[in-house]
């Protein structure tokens, strides 16, 4: 029997999560709880409402159905109090809004049938040399459903590759590894406390799994470093980084992520407070001379995209 696992969505036409023109498969679920997530509609690993004021007529009717008075109207960022809330077990608010305001985020799928989705446009990317990517929430978090997921793929002659924390077992790591030709990953610190701090983890097993996959990975590696105003996007960091990486021949080169201040509406229609809310990108000058620090160690550096 084919394993299951909640997606959020597929983006059909991706051009900047590995080569050539790529389907995106956004799956729900991460151990990690990083204080900036650019997806926070993944963190969690079951299907979840979200409300977009921006959508809303204020017709009432979600409030009207609502069984357990969890809709408050007078809120247009918590609407939904969480706390009393039934759910997707529930959503008849979902059912009654007529501007689509409401939305259950994420729908369980087997691995046999995301394949055969994702097989459709093999045209695509054969023709471009595109192909994959599973990304999250992170793909290491559902070994079964993505080794599966990947393996199908794989026999079916369509390029395969991963975005993910490296925060897990190896053995579930190399489950997964093993049916691909890329892996994209983060480094969020090379300090283990701050690292934590960020993200809610130490990051001893990520550096080891990197050292480890280094040594049993076929494919290419690509290193992300999400450059986090006041957190890791410090020239000390990146030095710390690129010195880590410079001898694991399987990495490709780093790419250095600008802040994002667009997630902001997806806190919002989560009903969170976002702590980074407010916060602005990085200068160009200060993206410049971090690419320059990469560069000095002889390692290929990109800013906001490998491809």
Not at 57 to 67: D, H, I
Not at 116 to 128: E, N
Not at 219 to 235: A, M, Q, S, T, W
């Amino acid at each position: 029997m084919s394993t299951k696992a909640i997606i959020k969505t597929i983006d059909e036409y991706a051009v900047h999560d590995g080569p050539g023109t790529r389907a995106l498969v956004f799956l729900k679920g991460c151990a990690l709880h990083c204080k900036w997530c650019q997806n926070p509609e993944l963190i969690k690993f079951e299907p979840e409402i979200w409300f977009h004021k921006a959508l809303c007529k204020g017709c009432g009717l979600c409030q009207e159905v609502c069984p357990v008075n969890a809709i408050n109207l007078e809120e247009d960022i918590k609407r939904i109090d969480k706390e009393k809330c039934l759910g997707v077990d529930c959503r008849k608010c979902v059912e009654v809004c007529p501007s689509n305001a409401l939305q259950v985020v994420g729908y369980e799928i087997t691995a046999e049938e995301l394949w055969r989705q994702l097989a459709k446009y093999k045209c695509f990317y054969h023709g471009s040399g595109g192909g994959i990517t599973l990304t999250g929430g992170d793909p290491l978090h559902l070994p079964d459903f993505s080794a599966e997921v990947l393996e199908l793929c794989q026999k079916d002659n369509i390029d395969t590759a991963i975005e993910t924390s490296l925060y897990g077992s190896y053995e579930n790591l190399w489950k997964i590894a093993r049916y691909c030709d890329l892996i994209l990953t983060d480094i969020k610190h090379m300090e283990s406390k701050k690292h934590k701090e960020g993200t809610g983890v130490p990051n001893e097993l990520i550096l080891e799994n990197f050292k480890r996959l280094n040594e049993d990975f076929k494919g290419e590696i690509v290193v992300r470093v999400p450059l986090i105003p006041g957190f890791n996007d410090d020239e000390e960091n990146i030095r710390k980084t690129v010195e880590f990486i410079a001898p694991l021949e399987r990495i490709k080169g780093i790419d250095l992520l600008p802040f994002n201040v667009f997630p902001i509406a997806k806190y919002e229609a989560l009903g969170i407070d976002w702590v980074y809310k407010g916060v602005q990108k990085q200068s160009d000058k200060h993206l410049s001379r971090l690419c320059e620090i990469v560069k000095s160690y002889k390692a290929h550096c990109t800013v906001g995209g490998m491809w």
